[in-house]
């Protein structure tokens, strides 16, 4: 069994930064793509970012230059760099990992901007 932990989450002020984590725990071998989804009320889970094991990255639109994706494979854990932080990225964090053909989830960890 998998489970992926998130921490890092809280309130902070339009401008601010925060830096989430998700570490994997269980019986893992490797970890091929990692990522960071978000979800606002009222809204259906978008991605964030993702971070293949060879650190490849991709990001949404509306976060580039802003977010930075990143992950420690010795440790099974992946970041995500949070700066210049606007109330529209006010939403509930997931983390994502895929390990041979299973996606896991974390329990999620709320991020509030206010304004």
């Known amino acids: 069994q998998v489970q992926l932990v998130e921490s890092g989450g809280g309130l902070v002020q339009a401008g601010g930064s925060l830096r989430l984590s998700c570490a994997a725990s269980g019986t893992i071998f490797s970890i091929n793509a990692m990522g960071w989804y978000r979800q606002a009320p009222g809204k259906q889970r978008e991605l964030v970012a993702t971070i293949t094991s060879v650190g490849s990255t991709n990001y949404a639109d509306s976060v580039k230059g802003r977010f930075t994706i990143s992950r420690d494979n010795a440790q099974n854990t992946v970041y995500l760099q949070m700066n210049s932080l606007k109330p529209e990225d006010t939403a509930v964090y997931y983390c994502?990992?895929?390990?041979?053909?299973?996606?896991?989830w974390g329990q999620g960890t709320q991020v509030t901007v206010s304004s």
């Open positions: 994502n990992a895929n390990i041979r053909t299973y996606f896991y």
